[in-house]
């Protein structure tokens, strides 16, 4: 029964973010940004390399980042064209794929995007971005680089 569960349970949550990929999809286009989701299958093995990384959501993160947010992104993008984007809740939120330069462009507009943080992976997802936004003071923000084991 427990096998069951999980299933049901896995398929219940991917149901859940592919309900919600027309509202992350149309945010990004209201800001002149063409966003692709990413498969299901996709999303579950990212999820898992998050988890495989040992990066757990904690109060470890380093302390709040002095540079503006679009110089954390262009450091960590810097070779790559197009980015994979998802909400702090990766189980619930939809992963998207993104060009490198519209994130960037868009720093400004993450907090509201991504009230509580976001996390961004390269290609082809060897490392990912973790940003944490402070819902006590705005104007922190944390970023810590992590980075993922094979998917192989």
């Not at 757990?56 to 980015?83: M, N, Q």
């Not at 973790?130 to 992590?146: K, L, M, P, W």
């Amino acid at each position: 029964m427990g096998e069951n569960r999980q299933r049901l349970d896995e398929l219940l949550r991917r149901r859940r973010r592919a309900a919600l990929v027309p509202k992350a999809v149309e945010a990004w286009a209201a800001l002149g940004v063409a966003a692709s989701p990413l498969s299901a299958d996709r999303q579950a093995d990212l999820i898992a390399r998050l988890r495989a990384s040992g990066r757990h959501r904690s109060g470890a993160l380093p302390e709040a980042s002095s540079r503006h947010l679009s110089k954390d992104i262009d450091d960590f993008a810097w070779l790559s064209d197009l980015l994979i984007v998802i909400g702090w809740d990766v189980d619930e939120e939809p992963a998207l794929l993104l060009p490198a330069e519209a994130i960037s462009r868009c720093a400004t507009h993450l907090r509201s995007l991504y009230p509580d943080g976001f996390l961004m992976l390269d290609q082809p997802a060897t490392s990912a971005l973790v940003v944490d936004f402070d819902e006590d003071h705005f104007s922190a923000v944390y970023v810590d680089r992590v980075p993922l084991l094979s998917g192989e």
